[in-house]
């Protein structure tokens, strides 16, 4: 069963940091690729990270401050975002992909906000 539990979002100043965490079943782990994709209001979705068991690839608007790592002991997927801008505003959602070279999102949980303002 697929089961994908977001958390960590809030608001923080530009500049500052946050890690989201994505809590995942053992066979959501074992079986597909999770990643990360944001939508903020009148915006389209916006892939911007995914790892799977031999790769990790970011968008080019996350590259070099966003930071996706995996804990299987744990179950859990994280999202380190750093250097955080105002335009990093959005609802991120962690999902479920087959693999990681395009962003075709099967599942994903409810959503976490993360607001950048001064």
């Known amino acids: 069963q697929v089961q994908l539990v977001e958390s960590g979002g809030g608001l923080v100043q530009p500049g500052g940091s946050l890690r989201l965490s994505c809590a995942v079943s053992?066979?959501?782990?074992?079986?597909?690729?999770i990643g990360w994709f944001r939508q903020a209001p009148g915006k389209e979705r916006e892939g911007i990270s995914c790892?799977?068991?031999?790769?990790?690839n970011y968008a080019d608007s996350v590259k070099g401050r966003f930071t996706i790592s995996r804990v299987n002991a744990k179950n859990t997927i994280y999202l380190q975002m750093n250097s955080l801008k105002p335009e990093d505003t959005a609802v991120y959602y962690c999902?479920?992909?087959?693999?990681?070279?395009?962003?075709?999102?099967?599942?994903w949980g409810q959503g976490t906000q993360v607001t950048v303002s001064s």
């Open positions: 999902a479920t992909l087959l693999a990681c070279d395009t962003w075709n999102w099967l599942s």
């Open positions: 790892i799977s068991s031999t790769l990790t």
């Open positions: 053992r066979y959501t782990l074992d079986y597909y690729s």
